[in-house]
Each structure stands twice: as structure tokens, then as C-alpha cells.
């Protein structure tokens, strides 16, 4: 694949240290308010603000003028906006140049007259650069002057003023967020380039569950009388559409009783729930007997599990079934009864719940108060690929998304720069510390793209970090590298150094979020009559919903950007992640399988010494039982004692050992990120078809033998098998009248000596309860 490295072999992996996280030591805190800057580093820009013109001399032969101002200074130029047909124009536009990258002793501010084919000099104003003053906050902003034109040898000119204000400042100045930043390249085009130059904040919908109880339908009459009717009732919201089971009768009443949760996001204006009754005439046309349209501004809201009422609903029937007339002369309707509310005691959840921001219910009188604040500074990034070309050279537009909860942000696009530099602080109110936060960096495509919008903005990264694995008021200062996954293996596109610090507001408040329960109440007391199935589909729903409100906003977050900080694609079939959960899995069993491997040699003496030692430990045990339990918790203390020398110093990162992608094979990698449908030719996807079949086949067996064992325990006192029924039953009987007689420590004694006996006393052939069970019936017999 193309890049700054040249063309990288399918089975390319970079060095493992490559995707290690790395500590900076930034120069944090001067960004001028101390509160507000102080996890980014200090950048000084020259603020330019161009105001008002007035009084401006006639440039057309008709007296007319089309003003613009445009300000250079060395290699930078920066234009306003043009007003036409205007000697008075009003800009208020501010232009911000890096103070490192000033050229020159002298700031040109040129008003120019827009003509068809070369742009009229109407006059400008030239400002020393030694004498532009300092501003720091919270100093009140500069007023602005009137500075009167000059003509292109200075000499000031009859007509003609322009009001402006020129200083120095930081990333802490008022005006930076809003200000026009001309690192931009002939070829881009400067219109397009005026809305991404800019960070945003966005705030995501909130959303609510609406749950639909259809219970019956009343005086509901089909057209064709000789034929029994099949009626259904379909609830619709937006794309959302779900249907009841068809009755068959040939009753005026119908009834179903089935409850459907739609997604429904804030403000509700314009959103309308349609019930609708209809007849399957056929298995592919359904017949509209009628329709209600519920605006859910109309729907109560309940924060609790307050019962709610069913009403009855008219339904009118559609206009092109009957004439006007007839519509007159009916004097009652079809009704339906229903029971719709919005559920405000849920947390609606976009995003997998194991990277959610937020837990919060929806209605806003159950949040709690917050414990803590997140801040957020994305300093800078380094050594980002190539992606595109541009004046001959490699480029990269690079912006960051930042996403907790409700609030994302969006930095400025950083225009063909590879190590940019955005130092932007951003902060989030925490209500739960059981969060995830995840900052993204994205390639922009739109900035000469002149199919208008339609290049996706390309992926080169990501990062997450788990509040709980902070330590309170501590800066972490680090640079995480951004990996992706390409059809060619993993790769890294470059660096993002972040600095993050959590703070609590009560120690004690936080302590008290690990005793309850992670998800609203209500998600316990009453859960949503959903099957997991549905539940990802609502998940999804609530995906599309976030996506539209932000696609909305200016700049939009475009569709892939925002369902890439989703996750939205984490519950696809990945056989690479597959294997990743499945070595998961064994490293967190690997313990437990050490103590049984550990305790398999002291019980064939393997160390004689240690296991003399397990011995006396066991004897301990048995005659002094008491002991154990204060004696294995101390035993745990003293172990989380001794491991805080070797604590984790930084925040966990995108770790490419554990997602399995040191060897994962390219088929693999190219299976997962086929779209769906997928674009392979049939061979290809037969091909993968019969792959996934063996591993099927393979779980099958090992999913159908864990199923054995447990039907064989349940044999035991079934009867299936009556001689060993009776067989465990003498056994029992045995057992529990030699505990009654013989006092249990002894039995306990005899039994671990038994167990861990020396290899000379025992036999190589299974012992006689492992026959036992083996020979046990199970339901595999019973299988086709």
C-alpha cells in the first residue's frame, strides 16, 4: 500500500515496539488561564480582526463598490468575505497567524474592489509588527481602531477608513475559536476550508424508548365480506417499522397485545408514530383499513414504572378507499387500543456498553449530581502517512473527534501538515468513573473535493481510556499510537500525544458508584421485554439517530466518522477477534489451570519436599479450619501490597498483541473488512462459507461434549440407567452414614491424603467413579 515507506508486502507487520505507548514531558500550563490551559502547551499567535469599512470611494464607472479585505503578511494571505454593492460593509472577521511562522516587520491589510477579471486596488493600511501590542487573559478585549487607507506609494488617501484591531495572544484568547487560520494551500479551496478551520463542540440527541403496547382493534370491517380477514397493526417511526402477528377470524375484534420499543431522539417537532390496521389480502399486499398519527410531543413522559392507561384511537381510513361522501355519512369509526408512552427511567444506549461514556437515564430529573471532571488536551500529532498528494508533495488533513457521553468535540483541520500541532483543551462533566473515553483522528477528504461531499473521510486511529484506571488529579502525558486495520496487516499511520486528568469532586461519592448498579434502576426492576437480538437493533437505531442529528450541524461529523467512534461495527463476525476473545479467555483462566498443573505434581511428588510441605498445609487446615479463610485474605492483601510497586504508570492503549494482529493471516483481515453485502466474487465467499463450516463444526463438538458431561450428572438420579442409579444411591447411602459415625475432619484428612498419595500407590488404569461416569447414558443417542 502507498505511503511514506513506499509499498508494504502483504504480510507486513511493523515492530512490536512501534505500537508501544510512549511518555512526554510537555511544557503544560501556558496557555494563559491557568484553570482553563494548563494540560496544553502555550501558542502564540498575531490576531488579526477585520471590523467595518466606511465612507469608501466609488471604483465603477456606475459608482458602485463590492469590498473585500485581504490581510498578508509574508507567505500568509487571508481574504473576507465579499459584500456587493456596499460602501459601508460590516466583516467582524478575525485571522490568526502562529507567531513562529511571522515573516517580515510589516502587517499589509489591502480593501479590494471583487471585478470579473483583476480585482481593483481601492486602498490599504500597513501596521509595524514591533508595535502590535500583547493581550493575555482575562484582560478585556482590544477595541478595535479607525485607521485611514493609503494608496500603494502611503500617502493617505480622501476617502476610505477600516476599522481594526491587531494584538498577540494565545489559544486562550476569546476570539481563537473562532478565528480564520490561513495555513491553507492554493489548492484548496478557501470557502470549503472556512468551516473546518475551526474546533466545535456538538452535543449528541438525547434519546428516549418508546414503548408501544398494541392491545386490540375494535369495528374493524374488510372490504371483501366473503373472505376471512387477516388483520395486523404496524407501528411506524422513521425508519423503524415493526408488526404484529395476523389474526385470522372473522370477528370485528381483533387482538394482540404485543409491546414494541422504538428509539426516539430529542426535540420531537417533527416526529410522528403511525399506527396503521391492516388486511393480508395477499403474502406480499397488505390492506390499509386505517391509520392514526400520534406526534410524539402528544405522548407522555414517564420517568418511572407508573403504570400507563391504554386509550382508544379513531382510525381514519384512507382517503383513496372511500369517496368524500361516504366519509360524511359514517358516524363512527374503527378504533384501535393502545398503551405509548416515553420511558425517560432507561439508558438508551448508541455504543457497545463496554465503551460507553455515560450511563445516564434519559429523563433528565433522575440524573445525579456529577463526581468529577475529565480534561482533555490534544497537544499535537507526529509522524502521520501521507495520504493524498498535493503541490507535488505528500499530505494530510488531520482533525481529532473527542466523544464522552452527550458532548463531542471536533479540533480545527490541520491543512497538509504531518505533525500537527492543535494544543486544544476541552473538559467533560463525569457522572459515572466506569467510562470510556475515545479520541479518534480522521484524514479530511473535503477540502478539494469537488464531487461535494462525496469522498468519506479517511480513518487513522483511535484511542480509549477507562476513567477507573486513572489516578485522581494526576496528568497523564503520553503519545498513543494510531494502528488501523488494512487488508495488508496492521499499521501504524502515526502518533497523537494526549494529556488527560481526571479529578473527583468527593472521594467518598465516588467510592459509594461501586456498590450500585451500573445501568439505570429501572433496567433491573423492570427490563425491556427484548431479546438480545433486538436489543443490537435498537442499538443501532440509536446509532442512525446520533449519526442524523450530527450529520445536521456545521461542520457536519460525516456518517463514517461517526459510527467509527460508535463502534457500530464491533458485532460483526471477526475471525480474527474470535481467536483474540478466545486467548482472552485463556489468560484469564491461566491461574487456575497453573494451581491444577502445580497441584497435578505435588500429587505424583514431582518435588518431594514441596509436597511434604502441602502436607503439613493440609493438615493445618483440617484440624484448624478456622484459619483459612483470615489466612487466604491476608494472603490477598499481601499480594496487592506487593504488586503496587509494579502498579501500570500509564493508561491502557490500542494493544496489538492482544487484538491478535501479529499473525493473523491476510484472508482473514480481508474477510473482516469486506462490507456487507459483500463485493467478493461467489468463489471467494464459498470459499469462506466452508471455512466458517469447520470451525462451526468444531465448536458443535466441543459445545455437544460440555453438553454430555451435563447430562450424565442429571443421569445419575434420572432412572435412565437403573443399575447405576442404583449404584450411586448404595454409594450415598454409604457415604452419609460414614460421615454421621466418623467425625469429618478425619474423613476430609483420609480423602486429601488419598488424593495426593505417592505415585507407588497408584494405578495407571482410570479409577472407578471416572468409569462410572463415562458409561452413563446422555441425550446423544437421541439426536438425529
Known amino acids: 500500500m502507498p505511503g511514506a515507506a513506499g509499498t508494504l508486502p502483504s504480510s507486513f507487520v511493523p515492530p512490536m515496539t512501534d505500537f508501544q505507548l510512549k511518555d ?244 420531537f417537532e417533527n416526529d410522528t408514530l403511525f399506527l396503521s390496521v391492516e388486511d393480508r389480502v395477499s403474502p406480499t399486499k397488505d390492506e390499509v383499513l386505517g391509520r392514526v398519527h400520534l406526534p410524539l410531543t402528544s405522548i407522555n413522559k414517564r420517568p418511572d414504572d407508573r403504570n400507563v392507561r391504554p386509550k382508544w384511537y379513531d382510525l381514519k381510513k384512507p382517503v383513496f378507499a372511500v369517496d368524500v361522501d361516504q366519509l360524511k355519512a359514517d358516524k363512527f369509526a374503527s378504533k384501535v387500543q393502545a398503551r405509548v408512552s416515553l420511558d425517560g427511567g432507561y439508558h438508551v444506549s448508541a455504543e457497545p456498553v463496554q465503551y460507553a461514556g455515560d450511563f445516564r437515564p434519559s429523563a433528565k430529573q433522575l440524573w445525579k449530581k456529577p463526581v468529577g471532571v475529565l480534561e482533555l488536551g490534544v497537544l499535537q500529532a507526529e509522524g502521520l502517512l501521507p495520504t493524498k498528494t498535493r503541490d507535488g508533495k505528500g499530505a494530510c488533513d488531520a482533525y481529532c473527534v473527542a466523544k464522552f457521553g452527550h458532548k463531542w468535540v471536533r479540533t480545527r483541520t490541520a491543512v497538509s501538515d504531518l505533525s500537527p500541532r492543535f494544543h486544544e483543551q476541552y473538559n467533560w462533566d463525569v457522572y459515572d468513573h466506569a467510562t470510556v473515553l475515545t479520541v479518534a483522528v480522521f484524514d479530511n477528504n473535503q477540502l478539494d473535493d469537488s464531487a461535494g461531499g462525496g469522498n468519506r473521510d479517511s480513518v487513522l486511529g483511535k484511542v480509549r481510556i477507562r476513567l477507573s484506571t486513572l489516578e485522581t488529579d494526576r496528568v497523564y502525558s503520553n503519545s498513543y499510537p494510531l494502528l488501523v486495520l488494512q487488508p495488508s496487516g496492521v499499521k501504524k499511520t502515526g502518533e497523537i500525544h494526549l494529556a488527560v486528568r481526571f479529578s473527583i469532586t468527593s472521594t467518598l461519592n465516588t467510592l459509594l458508584l461501586y456498590s450500585k448498579p451500573l445501568l439505570p434502576k429501572l433496567h433491573y426492576s423492570h427490563p425491556l421485554p427484548l431479546s438480545q437480538q433486538q436489543q443490537a437493533a435498537l442499538r443501532g437505531h440509536a446509532a442512525n439517530a446520533v449519526v442524523a442529528r450530527l450529520g445536521r450541524m456545521e461542520p457536519p461529523l460525516r456518517r463514517e466518522v461517526v459510527t467509527y467512534m460508535l463502534e457500530s461495527q464491533m458485532h460483526q463476525w471477526s475471525l480474527r477477534r474470535c481467536t483474540a476473545n478466545l486467548q482472552r479467555l485463556s489468560s484469564a483462566f491461566s491461574g487456575v489451570r497453573m494451581l491444577a498443573g502445580w497441584f497435578v505434581d505435588v500429587c505424583r511428588w514431582a518435588n518431594p519436599i514441596t509436597t511434604l510441605l502441602v502436607h503439613v498445609l493440609y493438615l493445618l487446615a483440617v484440624f484448624f479450619p478456622a484459619s483459612v479463610l483470615p489466612t487466604a485474605l491476608l494472603y490477598m492483601v499481601f499480594i496487592a501490597a506487593w504488586r503496587y510497586r509494579f502498579r501500570p504508570r500509564k493508561p491502557p492503549h490500542m494493544d496489538a498483541k492482544v487484538s491478535n494482529v501479529e499473525k493473523v493471516n491476510p484472508e482473514e483481515l480481508d474477510e473482516e473488512l469486506d462490507t456487507y453485502p459483500t463485493a467478493r466474487s461467489p468463489e471467494v465467499v464459498h470459499a469462506r462459507y466452508f471455512k466458517l463450516r469447520n470451525l462451526a ?88
Open 697 to 784: 463444526t468444531n465448536v458443535q463438538v466441543q459445545a455437544g461434549n460440555v453438553a454430555t458431561q451435563g447430562e450424565r450428572l442429571h443421569q445419575l438420579l434420572s432412572w435412565r440407567d437403573p443399575r447405576a442409579t442404583v449404584m450411586f444411591m448404595a454409594f450415598c447411602l454409604v457415604a452419609a452414614v460414614t460421615l454421621y459415625a466418623i467425625e469429618f475432619r478425619l474423613v476430609a484428612l483420609a480423602a486429601g491424603l488419598w488424593v495426593m498419595r505417592h505415585p507407588k500407590l497408584r494405578k495407571k488404569m482410570p479409577s472407578t467413579a471416572a468409569n462410572l461416569f463415562r458409561r452413563l447414558p446422555a441425550r446423544t443417542d437421541t439426536l438425529l
Open 24 to 267: 512526554t514531558n510537555p511544557l503544560l500550563g501556558g496557555g494563559g488561564k491557568a484553570a482553563a490551559f494548563d494540560l496544553v502547551e502555550k501558542m502564540e499567535y498575531l490576531f488579526v480582526r477585520v471590523v467595518k469599512a466606511r465612507d469608501l470611494p466609488a471604483m465603477d464607472l456606475t459608482g458602485s463598490l463590492d469590498p473585500y479585505v485581504e490581510v498578508v503578511l509574508g507567505n500568509f494571505k487571508c481574504v473576507t468575505k465579499h459584500f456587493e454593492k456596499n460602501h459601508s460593509p460590516e466583516w467582524n472577521e478575525v485571522f490568526a497567524v502562529p507567531k513562529d511562522q511571522v515573516q517580515g516587520s510589516s502587517l499589509v491589510v489591502e480593501l479590494k474592489d471583487k471585478d470579473f477579471v483583476v480585482d481593483d486596488f481601492v486602498g490599504r493600511v500597513a501596521l509595524d509588527i514591533v508595535e502590535v501590542p500583547t493581550r493575555a487573559p482575562p484582560e478585556s478585549p482590544l477595541a478595535p481602531e479607525w485607521y485611514r487607507l493609503e494608496d500603494a506609494a502611503g500617502r493617505k488617501l480622501e476617502r476610505g477608513e477600516l476599522m481594526l484591531a491587531v494584538w498577540f495572544g494565545t489559544q486562550a484568547d476569546e476570539a481563537f475559536p473562532f478565528a480564520t487560520h490561513p495555513d491553507v494551500t492554493p489548492a484548496v479551496d478557501r470557502r470549503i476550508h472556512s468551516v473546518y478551520n475551526r474546533s466545535k463542540v456538538y452535543h449528541a440527541p438525547r434519546l428516549w424508548y418508546l414503548r408501544v403496547n398494541i392491545i386490540n382493534a375494535h369495528d374493524v370491517f374488510v372490504s371483501d365480506e366473503n373472505r376471512i380477514p387477516e388483520v395486523l397493526c404496524k407501528a411506524k417511526l422513521g425508519s423503524q417499522v415493526f408488526v404484529t402477528k395476523p389474526i385470522k377470524s372473522r370477528s370485528n375484534i381483533f387482538t394482540w397485545n404485543e409491546v414494541f420499543v422504538f428509539v426516539a431522539s430529542e426535540p
